[in-house]
């Protein structure tokens, strides 16, 4: 045993919302009613991302992928991307043929190989399982595995190419049986016998132990058989080079092409949901059983190849076809299609009408007149009296009578038998391209130029028309009995008195006017090529501005659930007439719609460019009925093909400088802040319907919208803790809120972390500290400077000025004590003398505080200044160059 992992997958996530293994299996069982042309049929090939074109096995794994093996490795496929893997990408695996596949029973992949022996595939990790002394090429080829069945408890049978069968369980191979055989199928019935299909015949074997076994019976000694499958009655059907054949019972029966087998070999085989039977044969297509009846489906219909190695029903009921030549998938679809392989005379169809019998009538481009009976199609031609087989409007007239018109011809089909009415009976030259039926049950018919009706089986000229008719698209009868002409002129309506003609100057979005529907309610809607209009109570309503409704409209249809139905450029639109009355009375400010097409089950969204009467009808049974370039096709409305499915959403890979991850996280280096979640949803029965919304929580403040992007890249993500979610809908909105989610971890720098920060701001505190501490010190330097000129201007003073001013003082003391005048006059001198020393020392000393000349001139002058006043003083010439 080896075990390697797949780098690819080297990043573990956790998935949340895996309900399919919770749910009911196949909500879209393929009906068996409809025949097996109209199942909706996609092909992948290479060049769509398949390995190898040629898919040997095909199985679909609880998490909800299907998983293909091909010639060229093995391919995972989830509805838009194949994920593949081969020699070059996964050396476990060591042979990129893979020949079997089979789910175990913890929902791990079991792979069978040409040459490598048995891989499993858990948790994006393979694990190789070889049997003891399969060295030589010889014993290898022997032991090529050529099929994988799970057993009731939950352990292996493998067969071989040329070694028998074998059991594996819990890591270890059984014993070798039948060795020298080549076991092609095997199947653990509900009895837990054995089948074992071999090349020449198939065993069912008894277990009285492990490796104890005894042969039951044998069966189809002399035939090759291919594939094994039990019913749900318990009957055991096998596929053979002869056939198919029935164990039911002591009962053996079976189908070759005597018995109505339409295949010459059957190489596998597998049952649907509805108990249908589908059968790969050796080239000759897939062939469907129901009952004992067979049908077959082929390259003339548009399988890849007809080489069918492999079947799979998926949960969705889908059915998956493995060919020689690509993969193949049949599905049910809302519309059924009826072209000409199901019987029409050709694929282009203008218009048709539904008979009061239930029938439907269908008129084409060439192919003369079809009638739709119960499945069948019975086709007219002018073989069959039709005066042309380009077909344009088609009318049931009030007495049963079939009109059908054409260029210049009007035609008449009543008790089987057609009518002709050309120019000699009053028909206008042109194309006839509408036929209606007034109050008094005259036909009344439009083209180009002037209405006419029929009088006395002659075409005339209609009384009470527009002095000018444009062209005319329909005709239409309302309850009251009026006429409504849609023409490329605006809406006419025709009363029994007066006409009136509705143009845009009353509301309409487009004076081109395809066609009018009057509902149950007397609401009278209008198809134009402006879009969708309305006329209730005398009053026109647009809905040019609706969206898809605001589109070119050819044909409005209404069904019993009160919703519209419409045919318009990019397919069939349905809306609901509550929601279109509420746009209407401004309620709402759009209107939701459903948009069919191709994936539905039409075969083209193209619509005959002819504009003729009714592209469109609604048969008595309520099944609504479109006429395309691409055939007819019918739907019915009281039945709802809701996938009920949410489907499994899983994150399949994260792109980023990622250090460390594990099961449901991962961490991202510091400076990765940019990283990419690549996501998926499983469910294949229209992949491009499917809807993603996702979210980062910790930074996303809301869910948003991807639409059906699975990739959302973010960058410049702050460091911290997140966690990536990611949420899906199905292709009927049926959401999985739970999804799939990932815890992300963004490391930061050094300088981003907490403790780095915290640093810094003990830092700057500390250094916040010593300046205010360098201040203060420098307050008290500054201070004590203050205080020492303090003491030195005290000391000037006392020792200056107050010696001074007590000299003076003696000086005035001697005055008033001398008697003669010549002795007070030199006192008076002597004290004057002191005065203006002392007066000039006290101006020094202020000076020497603060030198005015140094805030009033500049620095020369101010230098000049001090020296001339230094010089006074000591009596000096100073002098500055």
């Known amino acids: 045993m080896s075990s390697s992992p797949r780098p690819a997958l080297r990043i573990p996530v956790v998935l949340l919302g895996i309900v399919l293994a919770l749910r009911p299996p196949a909500a879209h069982c393929l009906d068996a009613s409809r025949l097996i042309t109209q199942y909706g049929h996609d092909v992948w090939l290479t060049r769509d991302g398949l390995p190898q074109n040629s898919v040997r096995a095909i199985v679909q794994t609880r998490e909800g992928y299907i998983w293909l093996g091909t010639w060229g490795g093995l391919a995972r496929f989830d509805g838009v991307r194949f994920t593949i893997f081969n020699r070059a990408n996964t050396p476990a695996l060591g042979d990129s043929r893979i020949t079997a596949l089979a789910e175990g029973a913890d929902g791990s992949l ?43 408890d939950g352990g292996l049978w493998i067969g071989t190419s040329g070694s028998g069968f074998r059991r594996f369980k819990d890591g270890r191979f059984g014993r070798l049986l039948m060795d020298r055989l080549v076991v092609r199928a095997i199947l ?9 299909a071999t090349s020449n015949g198939v065993l069912e074997l008894s277990f009285d132990g492990p490796d104890a076994f005894r042969i039951e019976r044998l069966l189809l000694p002399d035939q090759l058989v291919n594939g094994l499958y039990q019913d749900r009655s318990g009957a055991v059907w096998i596929a053979a080079r002869g056939g198919l054949t029935r164990v039911s019972g002591g009962r053996v029966t079976t189908f070759g092409p005597a018995a109505g087998f339409p295949a010459k070999a059957a190489l596998s085989i597998c049952g649907d949901h509805n108990g249908t039977l589908w059968i790969g044969t050796d080239g000759d297509g897939l062939v469907r059983m129901r009952g004992e009846a067979f049908d077959r489906f082929d390259v003339r219909h548009g399988l890849s190849n007809g080489f069918v190695p492999a079947l799979f029903e998926d949960r969705e009921g889908s059915l998956w076809i493995g060919t020689n030549d690509g993969l193949n998938r049949l599905r049910d679809t809302r519309f059924t299609a009826f ?35 119960g499945g069948g199609i019975t086709v ?91 062209y005319c698209y329909s005709i239409t009868r309302d309850r009251r009995g009026d ?32 066609s009018v529907h009057e509902d149950q309610d007397g609401t009278i809607w209008i198809a134009t090529v402006g879009g969708l209009a309305c006329l209730k109570d005398g009053v026109i309503s647009s809905f040019s501005r609706a969206g898809l409704l605001g589109e070119i409209v050819f044909e409005v249809l209404d069904d019993r659930a009160g919703n519209l139905w419409l045919n318009g450029r990019q397919g069939i639109v349905k809306a609901s007439k509550r929601d279109l009355q509420d746009y209407v009375a401004q309620k709402r400010p759009d209107v939701p719609i459903a948009l069919y097409g191709l994936t539905d089950g039409l075969k083209s969204t193209e619509y005959s460019v002819a504009y003729i009467q009714r592209p469109a009808c609604r048969t008595r049974d309520g099944k609504l009925w479109f006429a ?63 809807r993603f919304a996702y979210r980062l929580e910790g930074l996303d403040p809301a869910w948003i919208d991807a639409g059906t992007h699975r990739m959302v890249t973010y960058s410049a993500v702050p460091p911290g803790q997140y966690r990536f979610r990611v949420r899906a809908t199905n292709n009927d909105g049926i959401w999985n809120e739970a999804g799939a989610a990932i815890d992300i971890r963004v490391l930061p720098y050094f300088y981003q972390t907490r403790w780095f920060r915290l640093s810094m701001l003990a830092v700057l505190a500390l250094s916040a500290a010593g300046l ?78 603060h030198p005015q000349y140094l805030d009033r001139q500049d620095l020369v002058s101010a230098l000049g200044r001090m020296a001339a006043d230094l010089g006074e003083h000591a009596k000096v010439r100073i002098a500055i160059q």
Not at 446 to 454: D, S
Not at 681 to 689: N, Y
Not at 800 to 827: C, T
């Open 110 to 152: 079991w792979i069978g190989t040409g040459a490598s022996g048995l891989i499993r595939l858990k948790d994006g990790a393979f694990t190789t399982y070889r049997s003891e002394g399969n060295t030589s090429y010889e014993e290898r080829s022997r032991w090529q595995i050529r099929s994988i069945a799970r057993g009731s």
């Open 188 to 196: 653990e019935d509900m009895s837990r016998h054995l089948w074992v």
């Open 339 to 373: 072209t000409s392989r199901e019987g029409l005379s050709v694929d282009y169809v203008n218009a048709l009408t539904a008979a009061r019998d239930g029938d439907v009538w269908i008129g084409t481009d060439g192919g003369g007149l079809n009638q739709l009976r």
């Open 380 to 470: 007219y031609t002018s073989a069959d009296g039709l005066a042309t087989n380009y077909i344009g409007a088609l009318f049931e007239a009030g007495d049963g009578a079939l009109w059908i018109s054409g260029d210049g011809v009007v035609m008449r089909r009543q008790n089987g038998r057609f009518r002709i009415y050309g120019a000699a009976d009053g028909v206008p030259r042109g194309f006839v391209s509408a036929i209606g039926e007034d109050r008094n049950g005259r036909i009344v018919i439009a083209g180009e130029g002037p209405v006419r009706e029929l009088d006395h089986d002659r075409f005339v000229v209609y009384p009470n028309q527009p002095s000018r008719m444009e």
């Open 483 to 514: 006429l409504w002409f849609a023409t490329t002129g605006g809406l006419v309506q025709v009363t029994e008195q007066a006409h009136r003609i509705y143009t845009t100057r009353d509301g309409l979005p487009d004076e081109g006017v395809h």
């Open 628 to 690: 395309t370039t691409g055939g007819v096709a019918t739907i019915d409305p009281a039945v709802t093909r809701v996938n009920a499915l949410a489907p499994p959403v899983l994150i399949e890979a994260f792109s980023g400088a990622q250090r460390r991850a594990g099961r449901g996280w991962v961490e991202v280096g510091p400076g990765a802040a940019a990283f990419e979640v690549q996501y998926t949803a499983l469910s294949f029965l229209a992949p491009s319907r499917m």
């Open 772 to 849: 205010h501490h360098l201040r203060v010190r420098r307050l008290e330097t500054e201070f004590s400077l203050v205080m020492k000129e303090r003491s030195r201007i005290a000391r000037e003073i006392h020792d200056g000025l107050a010696q001074g001013l007590a000299a003076i003082g003696l000086h005035v003391s001697a005055i008033q004590s001398e008697p003669s005048a010549a002795g007070r006059e030199r006192h008076v001198q002597k004290a004057r003398q002191l005065v203006e020393t002392n007066l000039a020392e006290a101006r020094r000393s202020v000076w020497d505080l």
